[in-house]
């Protein structure tokens, strides 16, 4: 398994503003994916963190709106540009570890809270 | 683009009582996960059943894979308020998009003491 941390827990932003977020992860993992989970909603995958070069965004999603860095095998981050009170969402980061076969398990950060006023 | 449906969207039931939850896809299912969230925080990891009719547990959840239903479910024997909270499954993508996971709507479980 993989032990996995996410810098804030929860954040009250104006619109307008930027926030990162960050996930760590406490061993090398292959895979880290972004998902957001709006109020009441199920989760839906933002983007593919990918090591060393640029973020592979879902349908709905673009770079400028979510940059995504991932600098190495532990960390990530991910940044909600020009908040709107539509980006109030929770935020999580996903993570397959290094000794992943086909298939196999992927856990979730404890998540970010976001309210945009 | 592949989806999930969860059903029931909620339950509720007594403690002690066995329930099942069922999420079906509209597509092939080549890994299937399953988590729990209380409301409001992260996802834990219950179980993945990977494509051939697995079937797994873990103390009182089982979780099979029906893949010529394209279906899933998960049982709960005896349910405790321990068990209580938000059921997820998740489809993985398989391919290119392996590890690209879908998600059902989510099963809301109450149990009362």
């Known amino acids: 398994s993989a032990v996995i941390s996410q810098k804030p827990s929860r954040d009250i932003c104006q619109r307008g503003t930027s926030l990162t977020i960050q996930c760590q992860v406490d061993?090398?993992?292959?895979?880290m994916f972004w998902y957001r989970q709006q109020p009441g909603q199920s989760l839906t995958l933002i983007a593919t963190?990918?090591?060393?070069?640029?973020?592979?965004?879902e349908s709905g999603f673009v770079i400028d709106k979510f940059p995504i860095s991932r600098p190495n095998l532990t960390f990530s981050t991910l940044t909600v540009s020009n908040m709107s009170p539509e980006d109030s969402s929770i935020y999580l980061c996903?993570?397959?570890?290094?000794?992943?076969?086909?298939?196999?398990?992927?856990?979730f950060g404890p998540g970010t809270r976001l309210t945009v006023l | 683009s592949q989806e999930l449906e969860q059903s029931p969207q909620s339950l509720i039931v007594q403690e002690g009582k066995n329930l099942t939850i069922n999420c079906t896809s509209s597509?092939?299912?080549?890994?299937l996960y399953w988590y729990k969230q209380k409301y409001g925080e992260g996802l834990i990891f219950l179980m993945m059943?990977?494509?051939?009719?697995e079937e797994k547990s873990h103390e009182k959840i089982t979780a099979k894979l029906d893949e010529k239903k394209q279906q899933s479910s998960l049982h709960i024997t005896a349910s405790q308020p321990s068990h209580a909270g938000i059921y997820l499954c998740?489809?993985?993508?398989?391919?290119?998009?392996?590890?690209?996971?879908?998600f059902g709507q989510g099963t809301i479980l109450t149990v009362h003491p």
């Open positions: 597509k092939t299912l080549y890994g």
């Open positions: 061993s090398q993992v292959t895979m």
């Open positions: 059943l990977q494509k051939g009719g």
């Open positions: 963190a990918n090591q060393g070069s640029e973020a592979t965004y």
């Open positions: 996903s993570v397959v570890p290094w000794e992943a076969t086909s298939y196999n398990e992927q856990f």
């Open positions: 998740g489809a993985d993508g398989g391919g290119t998009s392996y590890g690209k996971l879908t």
